[in-house]
């Protein structure tokens, strides 16, 4: 005797229920998510992009600024263990943003 598995259509219905907890959004999306999906692939691309931009900007905060001739410098003292964390932080972010930072692959 053989069993034929069938799930009744489990796999779609996680996958929007997946793709609505992603979006924030509460279980009465679900059924619009699968009737109309184009808003929420909209407002999925949007965050995405929200997301590469707030990348880019941790990248460019974390660069060291031109000095300016008149600035005056100041010395200071930062724990071992504080610069290795921050510059572990740095190099999570740098691998982030050239792995999905490129903004020309989101037109």
């Known amino acids: 005797m053989t069993v034929i598995k069938h799930d009744f259509g489990l796999a779609e219905r996680l996958n929007e229920r997946r793709f609505a907890r992603l979006l924030e959004l509460d279980a009465l999306h679900e059924a619009n998510i699968r009737a ?13 992009f929200r997301l590469r931009e707030t990348l880019f900007d941790a990248l ?3 660069k060291a600024p031109t000095p ?40």
């Open 60 to 62: 460019q905060a974390a």
């Open 36 to 48: 109309n999906p184009l808003p929420y692939l909209e407002r999925a691309s949007e965050r995405i």
């Open 68 to 107: 300016e001739p008149e600035a005056e410098s100041r010395l200071i003292a930062v724990d071992e263990a504080e610069f290795l964390r921050l510059k572990a932080c740095l190099a999570i972010v740098e691998k982030g943003f050239a792995e999905h930072g490129n903004f020309d692959d989101a037109l």
